[in-house]
């Protein structure tokens, strides 16, 4: 929980809301996704460094994960990545055996899809090229949700739902991190794309998500799947009357209505 927190604003009240089962498979499950996101993000190494790293930890999490050789793959560059890639094999191993092979599988396919996108430098020229990179670094994050709802409490969802879900979210932090990213030399927007666009983007896969968060009968995940909706739907407002940002009573404010209703 100290390394999420470190990690992630967003998903650490959430995750930390959880019981306790549930708190400590979906915690490990996140950090799996953060390991390999800090590689795609990280900001000194070069990209092929980047590709190697996520294709060959991809390839790792299509078997039995050898700690050993992950640990070896990473030892060259320890000092420059974080903790929390570090330790992938720690979260692998505290998650519950019954899903930690769909959290694999997920975590595999994102690394090889990261991979690909760093590859491409991230040029993304249309809208199913926008589609395409949303689905690896964030839809796949719904996909292995709705997997541990199913384990955890025989809940069924819609595969196409879940993936909206986390393109919506995704897709709010382009839009908050538009600047930054182009600071970078990177665009997550399609050619001939403006703000407006990707708001609507943005707005279409929330709504999705909407439906999805519908299907949660269970309480304790539809609360969780609740706070970073809706912190990305007032998110969005906020950016659409011109503010960079919520700040933080907005966002304590949000997290009480949901905590409470």
Not at 57 to 64: H, V
Not at 86 to 115: F, H, Q, Y
Request: proline share 3%; with cysteine; glycine share 4%.
């Amino acid at each position: 929980m100290r390394v999420l927190k470190e990690t992630s604003r967003t998903f650490y009240i959430p995750i930390s809301l959880l019981k306790p089962t549930l708190k400590n498979t979906v915690a490990s499950a996140y950090l799996c996704m953060r390991a390999i996101d800090e590689i795609e993000d990280h900001q000194v190494l070069p990209a092929h460094t980047k590709t190697t790293l996520l294709t060959a930890i991809s390839e790792l999490l299509t078997k039995p994960f050898d700690s050993n050789a992950y640990q070896r793959l990473i030892d060259p560059f320890k000092n420059e990545l974080p903790e929390v890639t570090n330790r992938l094999d720690e979260w692998i191993a505290i998650c519950p055996v019954e899903v930690v092979n769909k959290v694999k599988s997920s975590t595999a396919t994102m690394a090889s899809g990261m991979a690909k996108w760093v590859k491409k430098n991230w040029q993304i020229k249309s809208k199913d090229d926008l589609d395409d990179y949303t689905y690896y670094v964030a839809g796949l994050v719904g996909v292995m949700l709705s997997d541990i709802w199913k384990w955890y409490d025989d809940i069924e969802t819609d595969r196409e739902l879940a993936i909206a879900f986390g393109r919506g979210l995704q897709s709010v932090n382009i839009l908050r991190n538009q600047d930054e990213d182009s600071e970078r030399g990177v665009t997550f927007m399609p050619n001939g794309w403006g703000r407006e666009d990707m708001f609507s983007y943005a707005n279409e896969n929330l709504d999705l998500a909407k439906s999805y968060l519908k299907t949660l009968s269970n309480r304790n995940i539809s609360t969780f799947c609740k706070i970073p909706y809706k912190l990305a739907e007032k998110t969005l407002s906020v950016m659409e009357a011109g503010r960079e940002k919520m700040n933080r009573d907005e966002v304590n404010a949000v997290i009480t209505t949901v905590t409470e209703n």
